[in-house]
């Protein structure tokens, strides 16, 4: 059956992908973005291209107010929600921690766990069975630095994901019998524009050639795991932490 899903930085990278690859499934997909609308226009085309429908909805996942409306205009243009993919999240050039000042962990906790803790909880609401939803799923991006823990770059970032795990063990178990599955996916190395924006644009080149199977990942590969866990074929797969790290 057709789903209507909302991706949180849907514009770019994986969440880009997970956006048209469900629109290949025939999904409407609310694509949320941060700044780039022309980046966002794109992806909407191209899961309409695949065969969905989609919208651009801009917004800063850390700001409640922006983060509740684009739960609106997804439900408000698709109707109710089956699945949320909370994936924005973002680095800072890469430091170490005694190196850090206070506004760049602020920034890094406030979009990346503040943002991701809002996005789930409207989630909640909207898609629980107690609540009047139909019952969904909610899929939280983590990263495998949650367990490697980023030494000398990104200890701030490791933390925040930390973060996504536990929520997404302690959600899995609250929302279970309200028909709401919840699981995180933890990419390793994979080819987007993150590593740009730390200010490492070979990055995942580099340390990827370094993984068992020797080479990074793509974001499509990253996005067929989101997919399955929103789709019914995952039925019985709640409170799990999938990595997607080709080994590492
Ligand atoms: P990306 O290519 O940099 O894309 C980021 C996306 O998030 C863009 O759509 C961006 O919108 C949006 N975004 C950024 N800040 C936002 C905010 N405050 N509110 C709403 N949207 C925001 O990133 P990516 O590599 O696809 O990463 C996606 C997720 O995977 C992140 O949570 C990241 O931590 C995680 N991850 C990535 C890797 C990797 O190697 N790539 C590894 C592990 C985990 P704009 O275009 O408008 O800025």
């Known amino acids: 059956m057709p789903k209507v899903i909302l991706i949180t930085g849907g514009s770019r990278g994986i969440g880009r992908s997970a956006a048209v690859l469900a629109g290949k499934r025939g999904w409407s997909v609310g694509v949320n973005y941060a700044s780039n609308a022309a980046a966002a226009d794109e992806t909407v085309a191209a899961v309409i291209a695949a ?24 439900e408000k243009a698709f109707g109710k929600l089956d699945g949320v993919v909370n994936n924005a999240g973002i680095v800072a050039p890469g430091s170490a921690l005694a190196d850090m ?14 943002g991701a803790y ?8 909207r898609m629980s069975t107690s609540r009047g939803g139909r019952g969904g799923s909610l899929v939280n ?25 536990t929520l997404t063990i302690g959600l899995s178990k609250e929302l279970g019998r309200d028909g709401v599955r919840v699981n995180a996916i933890r990419p390793g190395l994979i080819e987007t524009e993150i590593h740009a924006s730390g200010g490492k644009p070979d990055r995942a080149q580099t340390l990827g050639v370094q993984t ?37």
């Open 141 to 165: 991006v983590s990263s495998a630095a949650a367990r490697l823990g980023g030494p000398g770059e990104y200890v701030d970032y490791a933390g925040s994901k930390g973060a996504i795990d």
């Open 51 to 74: 065969g969905g429908r989609a919208i651009a909805i801009e917004g800063d996942v850390s700001d409640e107010a922006a983060l509740i409306a684009m739960f609106d205009a997804t």
């Open 212 to 248: 068992p199977i020797g080479r990074p990942g793509t974001a499509d590969e990253v996005g067929e795991s989101i997919v399955w866990l929103l789709s019914d074929a995952s039925s019985y797969v709640t409170g799990a932490i999938l990595d997607v790290t080709g080994g590492r």
């Open 118 to 125: 809002l996005c789930a909880r409207e989630a909640a609401r």
């Open 101 to 114: 000042d206070i506004a760049r962990m602020k920034r890094i906790f406030d979009i990346n766990v503040l």
